[in-house]
């Protein structure tokens, strides 16, 4: 509707009084119209209809052109209007009284108000402002209620003193807050703000509006407008109690949805499963589980996070992704796997020596007690023989003696 009529006005603007025959008839302009700041990036426009214009039995509206930030144009049959808009820049628009009559158009000559931009040095104003809302469940048992935080951050202006003090408003409708938890830069200058409890609701729509003005000694610090789309500023919670098990190779996840005043329905969820050899998968779903296989040997990390679906709201942000969760075998780092088979090998190396000593009674001849000056060289050669046979044949022997002896090596190695 509004571009159909924005093309035939195009078409019309020109033709305007020439296409009524009527050439007495003439359209007045609207008048006393006035720009009023009504709130933070709120105007109300108003203007009275011409007590000079012939009103009886025709149908008149009036044509509304707003230049700010945004462009904006429309009709109305009302002789106000409110606008949100950022007034940091000045604002300015215009009205005229139009008229339709057949598929003919016919307009009256524009009136314009304007407001000044606010006063302030170039450069003071700050920049970067990004702002996000949570929201968190209230304490209340039995009631489902919510209430929605918000966070913003800014950067001073580059030509800001040192000395500057930013403050930050923001207005939701009819309410308005100024920001009581401040974080500071490395020179105590405010650039962030957080807002523990708001009067947003947390299915809202519409406009968020963010106001930061300033204060210094040397300079006049120039506001700062924007205006959020709360839906796209909303940041959900991550997901619940996420919870993974495997069977095998087969790896199923679950999850429960975010804190939310949304229901079950309204959220989409991405699943990301990795592990330390570089594995890595993103899923998407739009339910609370998840099925997939794994190499059944891996152990893998699984995070989850939310987004509400367009199905409920406008596309907005991402949750923070889930605390991960870790699923699958036990993967021993090398070092510790290393420290383990150099262990094993070295208990079993003594074992085995320790059952040839025991066997073959070598055991005093390697060590002779110290007041035996009699081992003759060739009890030694025998030793050394003995430690030189295959390690197949030591094998044999120690496995075919392990029942009997057994028992002995516990008793001898006890004393
Ligand atoms: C316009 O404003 C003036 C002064 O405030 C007032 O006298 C006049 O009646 C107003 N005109 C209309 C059409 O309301
Ligand atoms: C601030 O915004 C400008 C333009 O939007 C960007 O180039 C710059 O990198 C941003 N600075 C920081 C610190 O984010
Ligand atoms: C519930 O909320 C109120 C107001 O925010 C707070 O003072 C109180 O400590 C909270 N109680 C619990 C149990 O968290
Ligand atoms: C900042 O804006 C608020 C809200 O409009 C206003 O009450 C306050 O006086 C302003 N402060 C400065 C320093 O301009």
């Given at each position: 509707m509004v571009p159909a009529f924005l093309i035939l006005f195009g078409a019309f603007e020109t033709l305007q009084t020439d296409l009524f025959p009527d050439k007495k008839f003439l359209l007045l302009p609207p008048m006393n119209f006035t720009i009023q700041v009504t709130g933070l990036a709120q105007v109300l426009l108003h203007w009275e209809p011409n007590p000079d214009q012939d009103q009886k039995n025709i149908n008149l509206k009036y044509h509304v052109k707003i230049n700010a930030s945004q462009e904006e144009d429309y009709e109305t049959r009302n002789t106000q209007s409110k606008c949100e808009t950022t007034l940091h820049q000045g604002f300015s628009a215009r009205v005229r009284t139009i008229l339709w009559r057949d598929s003919s158009f016919l307009a009256s000559s524009w009136v314009s108000a304007e407001r000044k931009s606010p006063p302030g040095s170039p450069g003071t104003s700050i920049v970067n402002l990004t702002c996000t809302t949570n929201t968190a469940a209230g304490n209340y048992t039995n009631l489902k209620l919510y209430q929605v935080s918000l966070h913003c951050t800014w950067l001073a202006g580059k030509d800001a003193p040192e000395d500057t003090q930013y403050f930050l408003y923001y207005r939701y409708g009819a309410w308005t807050e100024e920001c009581r938890e401040y974080n500071k830069d490395t020179l105590n200058r405010n650039t962030a703000c957080w807002f523990p409890r708001t009067f947003i609701h947390s299915k809202a729509r519409g406009r968020l509006a963010v106001h930061v003005n300033g204060s210094s000694k040397h300079a006049t610090i120039k506001p700062f407008d924007q205006l959020f789309d709360i839906q796209a500023i909303d940041q959900p919670n991550p997901p619940m109690n996420v919870t993974a098990e495997t069977e095998g190779s087969h790896l199923s996840i679950q999850w429960e949805k975010p804190v939310s005043a949304f229901p079950s329905h309204c959220f989409e969820y991405e699943v990301k499963i990795y592990n330390t050899n570089g594995y890595y998968q993103v899923e998407k779903t739009t339910t609370s589980t998840f099925i997939s296989?794994?190499?059944?040997?891996?152990?893998?990390?699984?995070?989850?996070?939310?987004?509400?679906?367009?199905?409920?709201?406008?596309?907005?942000?991402?949750?923070?992704?889930?605390?991960?969760?870790?699923?699958?075998?036990?993967?021993?780092?090398?070092?510790?796997?290393?420290?383990?088979?150099?262990?094993?090998?070295?208990c079993f190396v003594s074992l085995i020596s320790l059952l040839l000593c025991r066997i073959y009674r070598l055991w005093p001849k390697l060590f002779p007690p110290v007041p035996a000056p009699k081992s003759s060289i060739k009890d030694l050669i025998v030793a050394t023989n003995w430690e030189k046979a295959g390690p197949n044949e030591t094998e044999i022997e120690a496995i075919s003696y392990i029942e009997e002896p057994a028992f002995e090596i516990l008793e001898s190695s006890a004393f």
């Open positions: 296989t794994t190499d059944g040997v891996s152990k893998y990390s699984i995070q989850v996070r939310a987004t509400v679906s367009p199905q409920c709201r406008a596309m907005g942000l991402w949750s923070k992704w889930s605390q991960p969760i870790h699923v699958g075998n036990e993967q021993q780092p090398m070092s510790e796997w290393l420290l383990i088979t150099l262990t094993a090998t070295l």
